[in-house]
C-alpha cells in the first residue's frame, strides 16, 4: 500500500488582528464658569470663600470657575479656595508693551488664572473686536498656557433673520487658531439677546447650535473637537440649569448676573451634583 500521504498542513492564516473598534472619545467634564464682568471689589471675596466651603461639602461633577476683573485674581489666588479655578475676562495679543490699560495672558496666568475669556460679545460690541483679533487672543492664551474659553453667538435681529446656524460657524471658523486642543480650548456659545435678559433659546435651540458646533469642531480638530468643551451662556439661574445642562452638547455654562452669590451660583453647580 502506497504510504498515505500526509495532508498537508494547512498554516494558520496570518489574520492580522481585528483593527481596535475607533474609542468614543469619553464625554468631556463641563465647566461652570463665573464670569463677574465689571463687578465686585475685595469686598465680594466673601463669596469666593462661601463657594468652596459649599463645595467642599458636596463635591461637584464638573469643574468650577470665577474669571473676576483682573483686579480681584491676585486677591482671589490669596484665598487659596480649593476646588474654584480662576480666569481673567479679556487678554491683549502681546506678551507686554506700550498698550496702556491692556492686561496680557501672561500677567493673568502670573495672578493666578488658569483661562481667560475672549471674544465675549460686549468686547465685541464695546471694543469693536473682529474675529481676526478674537484669534489672536486665543494664540495670546495658549502661549502663555491658558485655557482660552472663546465666546460667539447671534444677536436677536441674526437670529430673526435665520442667520444663527451660519454666523456662528463662521465665528467659529474665524476665531479659533489651527491646532486647538479639548485641553486648551472651551467654546462658549452665548446668543447676545439672552445675556442679562432673562430670556433664554428653547433646548431645541441650544441643541441644534450645539450639534452644529460639535460637527464642525469635529471636522477641524478631529477627536480634539469631539472632547472639546462647549458651554452655553445667557440667562443661566438655578432654576434652569438643570434643563440646559442636559441638553446634548451642552458641556457646561458661562455665567453672568448669577455668578455673583455663593447662592446662586452654587444652585447651578447643583445641576452637576
Ligand atoms: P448672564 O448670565 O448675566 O445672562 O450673562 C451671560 C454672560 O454674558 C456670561 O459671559
Known amino acids: 500500500m502506497a504510504p498515505r500521504k500526509s495532508a498537508p498542513k494547512i498554516k494558520p492564516s496570518k489574520r492580522p488582528n481585528p483593527p481596535n473598534p475607533p474609542k468614543a472619545p469619553k464625554p468631556p467634564k463641563p465647566l461652570v464658569a463665573g464670569n463677574w464682568k465689571m463687578n ?21 461633577k464638573a469643574e468650577v470657575m470665577i474669571c473676576p476683573p483682573a483686579t480681584l485674581l491676585g486677591p482671589m489666588a490669596a484665598v487659596k479656595a480649593k476646588g474654584v479655578l480662576l480666569g481673567g475676562q479679556d487678554c491683549h495679543a502681546n506678551v507686554s508693551g506700550a ?3 491692556d492686561v496680557s495672558a501672561e500677567m493673568l496666568k502670573d495672578a493666578g488664572a488658569k483661562a481667560v475669556i475672549v471674544g465675549h460679545s460686549e468686547r465685541r460690541a464695546d471694543h469693536g473686536e473682529t474675529d481676526k483679533q478674537v484669534k489672536a487672543k486665543v494664540e495670546a492664551a495658549h502661549r502663555a498656557g491658558l485655557v482660552a474659553i472663546m465666546c ?3 444677536s436677536l435681529k441674526q437670529r430673526k433673520a435665520g442667520e444663527t446656524l451660519k454666523l456662528v460657524q463662521s465665528q467659529l471658523r474665524g476665531s479659533l487658531p489651527n491646532g486647538c486642543t479639548a485641553k486648551n480650548t472651551v467654546i462658549a456659545y452665548e446668543p447676545v439677546w439672552a445675556i442679562g435678559s432673562g430670556l433664554t433659546p428653547t ?16 471636522r477641524r480638530f478631529g477627536d480634539e473637537g469631539a472632547k472639546m468643551r462647549i458651554l452655553y451662556g445667557g440667562s443661566v439661574k438655578p432654576s434652569n440649569a438643570a ?13 453672568g448676573g448669577a455668578s455673583l452669590t455663593a447662592k446662586d451660583f452654587g444652585g447651578i453647580i447643583d445641576a452637576y451634583r
Open 203 to 218: 433646548v431645541e435651540q441650544i441643541e441644534a447650535v450645539h450639534t452644529a458646533l460639535r460637527t464642525a469642531l469635529m
Open 152 to 154: 460667539i453667538g447671534e
Open 243 to 255: 434643563e440646559l445642562m442636559a441638553v446634548p452638547n451642552v458641556n457646561g455654562a458661562l455665567v
Open 40 to 60: 465686585g471689589t475685595r469686598k465680594q471675596l466673601g463669596e469666593l470663600r462661601k463657594l468652596a466651603t459649599a463645595l467642599a461639602r458636596k463635591k461637584a
Open 99 to 101: 498698550h496702556t490699560g
